[in-house]
């Protein structure tokens, strides 16, 4: 996997005060994939050190109002010439982490030409050409917030079949799930499930794996559901990963794995809708980018890496436990769903609404509106894909 980087985070001293800026967590992601370094302001030949810039009204000016605005548009015009020829804009999912607020390289705010430390809304003239090229650009503190430790490990929901992957943990504790802070007492899981979370390592990098949900087609509640998220949250769990078994909508999607981007929550229910949402500043949360779109990236990246065949898609979450008719199968298509499945939208959205980095990653075991599927099948189908769905995991959290 190819990954544009700047190079002040590198550890490069290219910057207008002569120094770099290195990150930890940006290096040692460096250190896993091919790193394509680049220094926009080095590359339009502009000195190190030289007078700082920001960008004001889509200029960008130095301190003393000298316009510069051409010096980092040639910069920004030539490191995409350079990135292009090292191949990283044609993978399947380019990425770029480039240091933030910068007039070059900042991604969503920039220092807004004050010279005062304020920022506002904004790309830098070299995130503007990446994005625009369709490449995922991130800031290092995304990629450091995505860095998981013992204090915070990554957590790991897994769905029906898919269970397996908990036997790959290096155990330090376990868990019962009826321990947990808000999961019914009487819940007992359903085939190819298991109710023992498992706090520990895989590959080294600190975990927690669920192992097993509940649903509210079983007649729990929204808070219920979302349990095991309030609870690696208070783990201290950054990253969360879901896996859920789905149905592929004919026409949008197939069976085999997929990585979701979005989802429609058809349930008619909200974790965050009622009187008692703790831990929460407010219940009225956005829900742009509930998938992490780096997450989703570094996940992409890893299935080519690994030879491994996904599709993306919209997840639609239903209330089941009936599946769906023929004329829902329609409404889906039309919607531009790929996968349906019964789980995983309210433990999205309590994920978002705490703050976590969310990646929902999906086995479509069948086809929506097949009536041969049975749960027995689907276990089958997750098996066929068991490996797959294992080398996906781990390729990824070898990456955060
Ligand atoms: S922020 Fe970008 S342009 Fe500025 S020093 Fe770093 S790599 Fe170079």
């Given at each position: 996997m190819k990954v544009i980087v700047s190079q002040c985070l590198r550890g490069v001293a290219c910057r207008y005060d002569g120094g770099a800026k290195p990150n930890d967590a940006v290096r040692r992601l460096c250190s896993r994939v091919e790193a394509v370094g680049v220094c926009p302001e080095s590359a339009s030949g502009l000195p190190v050190p030289r007078p700082p810039a920001e960008q004001r009204d889509g200029h960008v000016l130095l301190r003393d109002g000298t316009d510069v605005t051409e010096d980092f548009e040639r910069g920004a015009r030539l490191s995409l010439e350079r990135v292009r020829a090292s191949g990283a804009l044609g993978c399947?999912?380019?990425?770029?982490?480039?240091?933030?607020?910068?007039?070059?390289?900042?991604?969503?705010?920039?220092?807004?030409?004050?010279?005062?430390?304020?920022?506002?809304?904004?790309?830098?003239?070299?995130?503007?050409l990446l994005k625009r090229e369709g490449?995922?650009?991130?800031?290092?503190?995304?990629?450091?917030?995505?860095?998981?430790?013992?204090?915070?490990?990554?957590?790991?929901?897994?769905g029906s079949g898919l269970g397996h992957l908990a036997s790959?943990?290096?155990?330090?504790?376990?868990?019962?799930?009826?321990?947990?802070?808000?999961?019914?007492?009487?819940?007992?899981?359903?085939?190819?499930?298991?109710?023992?979370?498992?706090?520990?390592?895989?590959?080294?990098?600190?975990?927690?794996?669920?192992?097993?949900?509940?649903?509210?087609?079983?007649g729990y509640d929204p808070a219920e559901v979302t349990a095991l998220v309030r609870h690696a949250h208070h783990l201290g769990c950054r990253d969360i990963i879901f896996a859920c078994a789905t149905g592929a909508v004919p026409g949008n999607a197939n069976i085999g794995l997929g990585i979701l981007t979005d989802q429609i929550n058809l349930t008619g229910r909200n974790p965050l809708a009622g009187r008692d949402v703790r831990d929460l500043d407010t219940p009225f949360v956005g829900?742009?980018?509930?998938?992490?779109?780096?997450?989703?990236?570094?996940?992409?990246?890893?299935?080519?890496?690994?030879?491994?065949?996904?599709?993306e898609g919209v997840y639609a979450g239903v209330l089941g436990p009936s599946f769906e008719t023929p004329a829902e199968v329609a409404a889906m298509r039309a919607m531009g769903v790929s996968y349906v499945g019964m789980s995983t939208v309210l433990e999205v959205i309590m994920a978002h609404a705490l703050g976590m980095n969310v990646l929902g990653l999906t086995l479509a075991a069948?086809?929506?509106?097949?009536p041969s599927v049975t749960h027995q099948s689907v276990l089958e189908e997750a098996g066929r894909h068991a490996d797959d769905f294992e080398r996906l995991v781990r390729g990824i959290i070898r990456l955060l």
């Open positions: 399947v999912a380019p990425l770029a982490v480039l240091k933030a607020k910068s007039p070059s390289c900042g991604s969503g705010v920039i220092y807004d030409g004050t010279y005062t430390g304020s920022l506002t809304k904004g790309d830098g003239a070299f995130a503007r490449v995922c650009v991130v800031t290092e503190d995304v990629v450091r917030s995505c860095s998981p430790s013992v204090e915070h490990p990554v957590a790991i929901v897994l790959l943990v290096k155990p330090v504790r376990r868990i019962d799930y009826h321990d947990i802070e808000g999961f019914p007492e009487d819940a007992r899981p359903v085939q190819g499930h298991s109710f023992e979370a498992t706090v520990g390592t895989i590959d080294d990098v600190p975990v927690v794996v669920y192992p097993g949900r509940i649903h509210l087609y079983q829900m742009s980018d509930a998938y992490t779109p780096y997450l989703r990236t570094l996940a992409r990246g890893v299935a080519d890496d690994l030879g491994i065949t996904v599709e069948n086809e929506c509106g097949d």
